[in-house]
């Protein structure tokens, strides 16, 4: 089992997010740390050392420490804003 930790950003827009939506993206976050490579909506980014989860509209940026156990959540953005 992964441990996740998430930078400034997206622990502040996980606060600022409609309490359902936040629920959702939560859960689906945590699903992540049992298995991040193989869970169904993740890709990883070209040119970039992260994956990104899909969540209907949103985004989640990831990248994983394998060495660590570690998922580091970097963005949580809408479809149209994370990549910008």
Known sequence: MYKI???KDPDKTLR????????NI?????QLAINPQKMPNVKKLTDHPAYRLRIGD???????HEDELLIHIIKIKSRGEVYK
């Open 5 to 7: 930790t998430f930078s």
């Open 16 to 23: 600022r997010l409609p309490r359902n939506l936040a629920l």
């Open 58 to 64: 949103w985004r989640v940026l990831y990248s994983i």
């Open 26 to 30: 939560t859960k689906k976050i945590k």
